[in-house]
């Protein structure tokens, strides 16, 4: 560690856990009186779980961003890229594609056809009952491993943000935020999610850019001079090889193959993004909002570039690593080189709010999969009211939020980078080849539906809980002691997602039943045209 370094985070250690938690709760009290506000038009199912359709491209498009880049995306892809260059930037490539599979195949297509969950896509042709099950067991185990890392992710952040490195306050931590995101979905609603996401949006992006262009100003403008003073850092054991491929990879070049289908065509079926098409009231402000959410998205990931080989030249890898919070602080340890304990305060508190917000969307997803798709759709057969369906989205919520603290809590310490990689594997795995079926092929039945999203779920879970990242490594949750692993990846998107289509094909073609060819037409109209989609809600 040098000396500014070492100076910068030991005064950083005696000022930020103030000046961090001022800047949170101020956060939290401007959003929470925004969403209050925006609590008082929600009158129907639609404006709860959809906002009232009531967004232009532009705002969802933020929004989008916001929901999108999460606390692992800014923190993670920032130390991924300080530690390993080359091969850390591979993940800002992965994740960035991935919106062009969301633009080209599901975007326009999605807004027309489903009402509120992705659910209502897959079952719009095949029978209710099969699919709504399937897809909500789907959406909420992908939303659910997404919170887990979410959750874990604050507990892990708080050792170098707020100066708190016992197990009991990172605990307090977790069920604070916890609370907090709990009180945006109740209160607010999809709307109030929403205009959360967005001022997030803004902040973390406006951070990111204040930061780089304070990188680049520090070398003259010249990104050269950056990746010079990168690779000349003392702490710095690769030498120019953080500049080339395989770093990272170069090993096992497959394992990175695996993960970049999972990350490219995972973002296409994750329910909580997917939610976000819903908000906007017609299907040419759905591919406006995806525009807007590429540009932006875009944007950041640049700035990630920046950042990355910026802590590795002003901070230095083994630095970053044996710090609290280990890879995730290269953006903490960075602002606070950049602007001391005031930069490196507002950067954790937009952190935190990263946080924050996400869990709040992914909330509000789930309890909406099990309010629409298993109450009122498989329990009460269509039957029970606006007001029944958004009552049992919120006691969802309450039990949703309470099992994403207790998960939190229990996974906190531990290696959460499988939560992610399963999240992204079951999506693309799981929910992309039944939603791509069902808009693309006539032929596509239940049967199809049901092995296509029960296989690729299991499938996922079982080649991860039999992956490195589990056992048998140093790196795994459970250490190197126990040792289990007998699929050799670290993602198994490369065996799941083939599986998944594979099964989607197999049951459709060995299915004595026929589906409906008329309401298989009426699906590609209202897809194609928007003939029939749902309206805007007007108040």
Same mark, same amino acid.
């Given at each position: 560690?040098?000396?500014?370094?070492?100076?910068?985070?030991?005064?950083?250690?005696?000022?930020?856990?103030?000046?961090?938690?001022?800047?949170?709760?101020?956060?939290?009290?401007?959003?929470?009186?925004?969403?209050?506000?925006?609590?008082?038009?929600?009158?129907?199912?639609?404006?709860?779980?959809?906002?009232?359709?009531?967004?232009?491209?532009?705002?969802?498009?933020?929004?989008?961003?916001?929901?999108?880049?999460?606390?692992?995306?800014?923190?993670?892809?920032?130390?991924?890229?300080?530690?390993?260059?080359?091969?850390?930037?591979?993940?800002?490539?992965?994740?960035?594609?991935?919106?062009?599979?969301?633009?080209?195949?599901?975007?326009?297509?999605?807004?027309?056809?489903?009402?509120?969950?992705?659910?209502?896509?897959?079952?719009?042709?095949?029978?209710?009952?099969?699919?709504?099950?399937?897809?909500?067991?789907?959406?909420?185990?992908?939303?659910?491993?997404?919170?887990?890392?979410?959750?874990?992710?604050?507990?892990?952040?708080?050792?170098?943000?707020?100066?708190?490195?016992?197990?009991?306050?990172?605990?307090?931590?977790?069920?604070?935020?916890?609370?907090?995101?709990?009180?945006?979905?109740?209160?607010?609603?999809?709307?109030?999610?929403?205009?959360?996401?967005?001022?997030?949006?803004?902040?973390?992006?406006?951070?990111?850019?204040?930061?780089?262009?304070? !990188?680049?100003?520090?070398? %003259?403008? @010249?990104?050269? $001079?950056? /990746?010079? =003073? *990168?690779?000349?850092?003392?702490?710095? +054991?690769?030498?120019?090889?953080?500049?080339?491929?395989?770093?990272?990879?170069?090993?096992?070049?497959?394992?990175?193959?695996?993960?970049?289908?999972?990350?490219?065509?995972?973002?296409?079926?994750?329910?909580?993004?997917?939610?976000?098409?819903?908000?906007?009231?017609?299907?040419?402000?759905?591919?406006?909002?995806?525009?807007?959410?590429?540009?932006?998205?875009?944007?950041?990931?640049?700035?990630?570039?920046?950042?990355?080989?910026?802590?590795?030249?002003?901070?230095?890898?083994?630095?970053? !690593?044996?710090?609290?919070? %280990?890879? @995730?602080?290269? $953006?903490? /340890?960075? =602002? *606070?080189?950049?602007?001391?304990?005031? +930069?490196?305060?507002?950067?954790?508190?937009?952190?935190?709010?990263?946080?924050?917000?996400?869990?709040?969307?992914?909330?509000?997803?789930?309890?909406?999969?099990?309010?629409?798709?298993?109450?009122?759709?498989?329990?009460?057969?269509?039957?029970?009211?606006?007001?029944?369906?958004?009552?049992?989205?919120?006691?969802?919520?309450?039990?949703?939020?309470?099992?994403?603290?207790?998960?939190?809590?229990?996974?906190?310490?531990?290696?959460?980078?499988?939560?992610?990689?399963?999240?992204?594997?079951?999506?693309?795995?799981?929910?992309?080849?039944?939603?791509?079926?069902? /808009?693309?092929?006539?032929?596509?039945?239940?049967?199809?539906?049901?092995?296509?999203?029960?296989?690729?779920?299991?499938?996922?879970?079982?080649?991860?809980?039999?992956?490195?990242?589990?056992?048998?490594?140093?790196?795994?949750?459970?250490?190197?002691?126990?040792?289990?692993?007998?699929?050799?990846?670290?993602?198994?998107?490369?065996?799941?997602?083939?599986?998944?289509?594979?099964?989607?094909?197999?049951?459709?073609?060995?299915?004595?039943?026929?589906?409906?060819?008329?309401?298989?037409?009426?699906?590609?109209?209202?897809?194609?045209?928007?003939?029939?989609?749902?309206?805007?809600?007007?108040?």
């Amino acid at each position: 560690m040098n000396l500014t370094t070492s100076f910068v985070t030991q005064s950083s250690a005696e000022q930020n856990p103030v000046l961090n938690i001022s800047i949170f709760l101020a956060f939290v009290a401007v959003t929470m009186v925004i969403v209050i506000r925006a609590s008082r038009n929600n009158r129907s199912a639609a404006d709860f779980y959809a906002g009232g359709r009531s967004f232009t491209g532009r705002q969802n498009g933020v929004a989008i961003a916001g929901d999108y880049l999460s606390a692992a995306s800014f923190l993670g892809i920032c130390g991924a890229i300080a530690i390993y260059g080359y091969d850390g930037f591979l993940y800002s490539i992965g994740f960035l594609v991935a919106w062009l599979v969301a633009l080209l195949l599901v975007a326009e297509l999605m807004r027309n056809t489903a009402k509120f969950t992705m659910a209502d896509v897959l079952s719009f042709r095949l029978r209710q009952r099969p699919v709504r099950m399937a897809a909500a067991l789907t959406t909420l185990a992908v939303s659910f491993f997404y919170l887990l890392a979410q959750m874990a992710g604050a507990g892990g952040l708080v050792s170098l943000l707020l100066g708190v490195d016992d197990g009991l306050g990172q605990s307090l931590v977790i069920a604070v935020v916890g609370v907090v995101m709990i009180m945006y979905v109740l209160i607010g609603g999809m709307k109030g999610t929403t205009w959360v996401q967005i001022i997030k949006a803004v902040l973390l992006i406006a951070g990111a850019g204040v930061m780089t262009v304070w !990188v680049l100003a520090l070398n %003259g403008f @010249n990104f050269g $001079a950056v /990746l010079d =003073a *990168a690779v000349n850092n003392p702490e710095n +054991l690769n030498g120019d090889a953080i500049l080339s491929p395989g770093l990272q990879y170069g090993a096992n070049p497959l394992d990175f193959v695996s993960l970049a289908l999972a990350l490219v065509l995972g973002t296409a079926g994750l329910p909580h993004v997917l939610m976000r098409f819903y908000t906007v009231p017609t299907a040419k402000e759905a591919r406006r909002s995806v525009v807007w959410a590429i540009w932006l998205i875009g944007i950041f990931y640049l700035f990630t570039l920046v950042l990355g080989y910026g802590a590795a030249a002003l901070v230095g890898p083994e630095t970053i !690593v044996n710090s609290p919070g %280990g890879q @995730n602080s290269a $953006a903490p /340890l960075l =602002a *606070a080189e950049l602007g001391g304990p005031l +930069l490196l305060g507002f950067i954790s508190a937009v952190a935190f709010a990263t946080i924050l917000a996400v869990v709040a969307g992914l909330t509000i997803t789930a309890s909406a999969s099990f309010a629409h798709d298993i109450y009122n759709s498989v329990i009460k057969k269509g039957t029970a009211s606006a007001k029944q369906e958004v009552r049992v989205a919120k006691i969802t919520t309450l039990v949703i939020g309470a099992a994403a603290i207790l998960g939190g809590i229990g996974v906190q310490g531990q290696n959460v980078a499988f939560l992610v990689a399963l999240a992204f594997a079951v999506a693309a795995s799981a929910n992309l080849p039944t939603i791509l079926y069902s /808009l693309f092929w006539k032929k596509f039945t239940t049967r199809g539906a049901v092995w296509s999203m029960v296989g690729g779920l299991l499938a996922a879970v079982l080649l991860i809980a039999l992956s490195p990242v589990v056992s048998g490594d140093e790196t795994s949750m459970l250490g190197a002691g126990i040792d289990f692993a007998i699929f050799p990846l670290k993602n198994p998107g490369i065996v799941s997602i083939p599986l998944g289509f594979f099964l989607g094909w197999l049951g459709s073609v060995t299915d004595p039943g026929r589906e409906s060819k008329k309401l298989a037409a009426e699906m590609e109209v209202r897809a194609l045209t928007g003939y029939g989609a749902e309206p805007p809600v007007n108040h």
